[in-house]
């Protein structure tokens, strides 16, 4: 969706490496999300955020960490604790009132 | 059971027919619903809200059964560019804004 910018589009991480996906947007959204999608499943939520400097785990949110500084930006990192982290990570961003998701273009990250 | 549940097909369909797919949602206070459409290897895509009234765009009709709890799509005329897999989204109400999807339904229309 336009204005929202997910990169890198792919991403290799070798064993034991950090790596952090961006998610950006212009949208003005304060609610902003991260979903992981295995081939053939439905989207499993990692991390939420609703205002700058909070966000909550989801679902799934071991070996994983964010931080929400800027309204626009809401950083995914994917920790070495994470041992299986091949996937296609999506970013979405919500406005209020029950107004629906959009979503980033998306990151497929796989292990060197 | 779970919150969100769909058929995940796949729906093999021919070009011109009209094929519908339910989705049925566990809790009574969810407050707004959506149609995602996400094609292979791709982002979903927001196709259409889905209202009390019921609502149509062009082809496509999406219905709301609260006493039933389930939303329905309904794509008639089928194209070979309507394939893709089609998620179903209830948001619930709270003090955050609780968003669940559906696994999808996966639509193959063949020529």
């Known amino acids: 969706d336009g204005g929202i910018t997910q990169s890198p589009k792919y991403l290799f991480r070798k064993e034991g490496q950090n790596v952090t996906l961006s998610c950006e947007q212009n949208?003005?959204?304060?609610?902003m999300y991260w979903y992981r999608q295995d081939p053939g499943q439905g989207l499993r939520l990692i991390y939420y955020s609703q205002i700058v400097n909070d966000f909550q785990k989801g679902d799934i949110a071991e070996g994983y960490s964010v931080s929400r500084e800027k309204k626009e930006s809401f950083p995914l990192t994917v920790t070495s604790a994470q041992k299986n982290p091949t996937a296609f990570y999506l970013c979405?961003?919500?406005?209020?009132?029950?107004?629906?998701?959009?979503f980033g273009d998306g990151t497929r990250l796989s292990i060197l | 059971r779970k919150e969100v549940e769909q058929d995940p097909g796949p729906f093999n369909v021919p070009e011109g027919a009209t094929v519908a797919f339910n989705c049925t949602y566990s809790n009574s206070a969810s407050q707004s619903f959506f149609w995602y459409r996400q094609d292979c290897r791709k982002e979903p895509k927001l196709l259409m809200s889905?209202?009390?009234s019921g609502n149509e765009d062009g082809r496509f009709t999406a219905q709301l059964n609260r006493a039933s709890q389930y939303i329905s799509l309904l794509i008639r005329d089928s194209k070979l560019s309507d394939s893709a897999t089609y998620l179903c989204?209830?948001?619930?109400?709270?003090?955050?804004?609780?968003?669940?999807f559906g696994t999808g339904t996966k639509l193959q229309v063949i020529p």
């Open positions: 889905v209202y009390s």
């Open positions: 979405a961003v919500q406005g209020t009132g029950g107004q629906p998701q959009h």
């Open positions: 949208l003005n959204h304060d609610a």
């Open positions: 989204v209830v948001n619930m109400p709270g003090g955050y804004q609780k968003v669940t």
